[in-house]
């Protein structure tokens, strides 16, 4: 039995309820009070953050701007214009650092262009592909000079060809991308998914136009069987292999590859006159351009980003930017009975394939063109200026690629000694 509690103990237990409950009373109070301020009242609807298009790391120079990011955006304006462009989307960097980035005209009617917006890079990946290949001879995972009999037996006459030629162009293989054959199937039917034995079979279908190493001619087919030889070589994806070696280690994060027509949102759409009519061409099927894993999509930022990770041959050695420079190509590319100029072009040590870039006086550069997308990544390691260009059409655009245009424009304005001629 609980004894009784005496009269003065139970006043003061009392006592002490009434101030724990004032107190939580005035906890209460202040925590309503914290709550109001952190929430909007029911009443009245709070205001939506503005939404961002697209990835805040590719965004326009904020302005105003002065000196030569204003310079570099009056001549795109006015090359814009006189091109008759329907979008241009640029970066600009040196040393690294943003001189400026932009973005003019319209990605589709009523639809501005916007600098992270997406588009087809085409050859940018066979920039890559070189560097992926150099680091791997680096980690004496391969030589340039291994014959290819080992991974490619299905190729005729691998055991002349080394992967050095594939690189370099040296082959002897025709060019599927330039076959009538392949051009007219291409034209009738935009959206097919080709295979890589389906592109290989027209070259395979010729005779070599030289033997390997002794000419130069330019051939897709190259690359495609390239990256079938690397991803045979490291038991590695192709799309894998360079994220491991080179997008990854330079940080392009919005350098994707698809297996699908598809363009990651925000998408830059294309238009072309190709077919004979002013068409949108945005999702026509590129599995055409190169090996599946290699068919890429880009930013200017991340172009620019590449330009100069590329061309300063960051990510190797100096014996291997040597050979990026020139991988025995300077001298080649002669005419002869079976090889005719339009196929065997001269490379001089002022303009020549290097190693996945093409070599134009002092820069090192990239020029994808295909489909209604114009795009060029080039790098001036003299003065460290990187340029990235990206165009699309109208109906009355000229014939060829009017992002070289553009960013040769450019550097007439930033390095006028140094000429970029694509």
């Not at 940018?124 to 680096?138: C, D, K, P, Q, Y």
Request: proline fraction near 8%; glycine fraction near 8%; aromatic fraction near 6%.
């Amino acid at each position: 039995m609980t004894p009784p509690t005496p009269p003065r103990r139970r006043a003061r237990a009392r006592a002490r309820a009434r101030a724990r409950a004032r107190a939580r009373a005035r906890a209460a109070a202040l925590g309503a009070a914290l709550l109001a301020l952190a929430l909007p009242s029911a009443s009245v609807a709070a205001p939506a953050p503005a939404p961002r298009h697209g990835s805040e790391a590719c965004a326009r120079t904020p302005g105003p701007l002065s000196g030569d990011a204003r310079r570099v955006l009056d001549v795109a304006r006015k090359a814009r214009k006189d091109l008759r462009l329907n979008a241009v989307l640029l970066s600009v960097t040196v040393d690294g650092r943003e001189v400026v980035t932009g973005a003019l005209g319209e990605s589709m009617t009523g639809v501005p262009a916007e600098p992270d917006m997406r588009f087809r890079a085409g050859s940018v990946a066979f920039a890559h592909i070189g560097t992926a290949l150099l680091r791997l001879v680096e980690q004496r995972r391969v030589r340039l000079d291994d014959t290819v009999e080992r991974w490619l037996p299905e190729v005729p006459r691998a055991r002349e060809i080394t992967l050095r030629m594939l690189a370099n162009n040296t082959s002897g293989l025709h060019d599927y991308v330039t076959d009538p054959a392949f051009g007219a199937e291409l034209s009738t039917h935009p959206f097919k998914a080709w295979t890589p034995d389906e592109l290989l079979a027209f070259p395979f279908s010729h005779d070599f136009w030289y033997d390997p190493g002794t000419n130069w001619s330019y051939s897709h087919a190259n690359y495609l069987l390239l990256s079938r030889a690397l991803e045979r070589i490291t038991g590695t994806r192709i799309d894998h292999l360079v994220r491991e070696l080179v997008t990854g280690p330079l940080g392009l994060d919005a350098t994707r590859n698809s297996f699908t027509p598809e363009i990651p949102a925000p998408a830059l759409h294309a238009f072309t006159s190709d077919r004979g009519f002013y068409e949108e061409s945005t999702f026509w099927n590129p599995s055409w351009t190169t090996g599946p894993g290699a068919v890429i999509t880009s930013t200017v930022c991340d172009m620019a980003r590449s330009a100069r990770g590329i061309g300063s041959g960051e990510l190797i050695g100096p014996r291997s930017y040597r050979v990026l420079l020139d991988p025995g190509t300077v001298g080649l590319g002669t005419p002869t009975k079976t090889c005719p100029a339009s196929i065997c072009l001269k490379q001089t040590p002022e303009r020549h394939f290097g190693l996945g870039v093409i070599v134009s006086g002092g820069w090192l550069l990239q020029n994808p063109s295909f489909s209604g997308y114009a795009a060029l990544q080039a790098y001036l390691p003299s003065k460290r200026l990187a340029i990235a260009v990206s165009a699309t059409k109208t109906a009355t655009t000229a014939d060829g690629n009017m992002a070289q245009v553009v960013a040769g424009r450019i550097a007439a304005a930033l390095a006028p000694e140094d000429p970029l001629v694509p």
